[in-house]
Every structure is written in C-alpha cells, then in structure tokens.
C-alpha cells in the first residue's frame, strides 16, 4: 500500500490576475489616474453613465480614457467615442468577464500618466466579474430602477466587493414604482456604509456629485497612496 | 484557457476559468514536486466567492481531461462569512450573506474576516514510480 503524498500548497487559485492586477495598480497610481471598474448586469445603463461621465471630463478639461468590455460588438465603445476621450473595445468572445491580462493589454500604447481618470467598463454581468480584480482602485455596482431593489440581495457577493454603487434611471423611479428607501436598506444590508449615489444619464441628475466623488478618491490616491518617489514630476 | 471557454460554450461561466486554473496550478505544484498522479485536490470557497459549487464540479471535468488530475477527486470546503463585530469585540459567523451585521448584537460590519476564499489547499499525490516497482516486483 502506497501512502499518499500531500502536498499543503495553500495558494490562491487566481494568484496570477491578483498579482498582475497588484502591479497594474501600482503602476496607475504612480501615472497619478484613478481607475475605475464598472460593473452591473446587462443594461442597468453602464455605458449611457460612463458616456456622460467622459463628456463632463472632457468638457472640463480632465484627460481621461476608457476600454469596455462586451461578448460581441465594439457598438459601446463607438457610443463612448462619442465623449471625445479615447476608447477601446475588448472583446471577450464569449468569456462572461474581464480579467487583468486582458485589460493590460487593451492599455499598449497608451500613456497612462497623461490621463486622469480610466474607466473599465465589464461585461454585464451580477456574479462572474466578482473576483476578478481589475487593478481599480474604484470598483463601482450600478443599479438600475427597473431592476427592483432587491437585486443587491440576489448578488450580495458583487455589491459586497464594490467601493461605491449608484442607482441608475433615477428619473424612471416614479414610473417603476421604485422603493428607494428599500433600495438603500438592501444596499446597506450587503455592504454596510457604501457611499450611493442617484444618477440619471437623461436628466443628469447626480452627475456633479459622481464627478466630485471621482475628483475626490482622484486627490487621495496622489496623497496617500502614492510614495512620494514613485510620484511623476 | 479562454479559446477552451469560448469553444465549450457560446456563454460561458466564471466556473470555467476558475477550473482551469486549477488544473493549471495543480500542474505546477505536481512538477514541482517531481511528478506523480493526483488523488484528491481540496480548494476553499468562501461563501462570497460567487462560485457555484455544481457549475465548479460541472466545469473540472470538462477540463481536466487528459491532465495529472483526470482521476482526481475534488473536494470542495465551504467556508461560511465571518465579520469583526466592534460592539462584541469579537469574530462572529454569518448565517447567509445578505446582512451584514452581527446576528448578537444587529452592528454592522463591512469588516470581512473571512468569505472570500478561492484558495487550493492541498493535493493528494501517489507517487507512480514506486506502483511500477512494485509490481515488477510481483511479476519476478
């Protein structure tokens, strides 16, 4: 009788994104751009957000880029060029997420530290993005009205891992008969003390809050988290 | 691993590439180690993990054809939520995931101590050499 070996490796089965995704992050923090993931299940409204959001930058000045992943189609990212910023389409052909490798790859060619602000918009999708660390240092759950509040309930594993959510068609809400105070309890209940915003792509509404957020963990990311070595001159 | 996902299904699950990359680490370890046939592979999956446990199961056989691990067994450790309750002062278990607060005292915590496992544990090896020997040994 032959004794089994056992081998204690104790390692995590997706050590290889965590560690690109680690030095993809440090990269972008020394670059001085605050990356942002988006995720939310299919159209929760994460592409009419992001466009608004490209447009204010723009508007204002505030470099900023974005690469959106989809299963099939580049038909977010030609909406997003809309915005004026720069933008690239990965497409996944089929993979229900992004993984870092896939975004590392995306960014070739681009100068990261002429950029202020990067948005990653994933699939749409409620569970497999979960544990997929992008190299964000914002990961942002979008919620749509027409979607019932209790959809951080149903995925409390993806609200749980978020820094901050926002509930999206907010001008919908009275045709939805959408229960916002439910909405915000559900969210609470899953990821206690979440920052949540209300936001519109139609009216606007939220837009100038979201952009003051944005600005916000933009300015503590160069004041914290950045040595003062690493920082760009 | 991703040209496997999309071949298999037109849509596919996370669970897909999370057994990949089981097998793919399982592989390492067992070269590592200077060969051998895999008996057992154990992971830990936290309750937050988003990993369907049948989807995960579905997804190792499909790819661990033809590798070290075609005959391994998987064994899965749950590993329920566990949140640092500050009114308590203490660690407490969770019974679900869809309230994050301590079931004593009803205190919220965002302070996750553990759920989010996806971690191979360990691996079971027979070695295949000394099987050969053996029944060398037997046929003289």
Redesign the interface.
């Known amino acids: 009788m032959?004794e089994?070996?056992?081998?204690?490796?104790?390692?995590?089965?997706?050590?290889?994104n965590d560690e690109l995704a680690r030095e993809m992050r440090e990269r972008f923090v020394r670059a001085g751009v605050l990356v942002v993931n988006m995720v939310s299940s299919p159209g929760t409204g994460k592409t009419a957000f992001l466009k608004e959001t490209l447009s204010r930058l723009v508007a204002r000045g505030e470099p900023c880029a974005a690469v959106v992943g989809d299963?099939e189609t580049d038909n977010d990212a030609r909406r997003l060029a809309e915005s004026g910023a720069p933008v690239r389409q990965i497409m996944t052909?089929?993979?229900?997420?992004l993984?870092a490798d896939m975004v590392e790859k995306h960014l070739e060619g681009w100068n990261l530290a002429a950029f202020r602000y990067l948005f990653i918009e994933n699939v749409g999708n409620l569970?497999?993005p979960?544990?997929?660390d992008l190299g964000e240092s914002v990961r942002l759950a979008l919620l749509s009205v027409t979607e019932g509040e209790d959809k951080p309930?149903k995925y409390?594993?993806?609200f749980?891992?978020a820094d901050v959510a926002a509930i999206s068609k907010i001008d919908l809400a009275e045709a939805c008969d959408f229960d916002r105070a439910k909405a915000l309890a559900n969210i609470?209940?899953?990821?206690?003390?979440?920052r949540v915003f209300e936001a519109s792509s139609k009216t606007l509404a939220g837009l100038d809050e979201w952009l003051a957020y944005l600005a916000e963990r933009r300015r503590a990311l160069a004041g914290d988290a950045v040595p003062a070595r690493g920082r760009p001159p | 691993m991703k040209s496997v996902c999309r071949r298999v299904w037109g849509f596919i699950v996370h669970e897909l590439s999370i057994a990949s990359r089981v097998v793919e680490l399982v592989g390492e370890q067992v070269c590592a180690a200077g060969g051998g046939r895999v008996a057992a592979v154990t992971l830990k999956i936290g309750a937050l993990s988003c990993v369907h446990e049948d989807a995960l199961r579905f997804s190792f056989n499909l790819v661990r054809e033809g590798t070290p691990l075609a005959d391994a067994e998987l064994r899965i450790v749950t590993v329920p939520v566990v949140i640092w309750c500050a009114a308590c002062s203490r660690e407490v278990r969770l019974p679900g995931i869809q309230k994050f607060a301590c079931p004593e005292c009803g205190t919220p915590s965002g302070d996750i101590r553990a759920g989010r496992e996806l971690d191979l544990e360990s691996i079971e090896l027979v070695d295949e050499a000394p099987a050969v020997e053996a029944a060398k040994g037997r046929m003289i």
Do not use: D, Q, Y
């Open positions: 032959i089994p070996r056992i081998l204690e490796v104790r390692t995590k089965i997706l050590k290889k299963l052909h089929g993979l229900c997420h993984e569970v497999c979960t544990s997929w309930l409390p594993g993806l749980n891992t609470e209940a899953v990821r206690p003390g979440m």
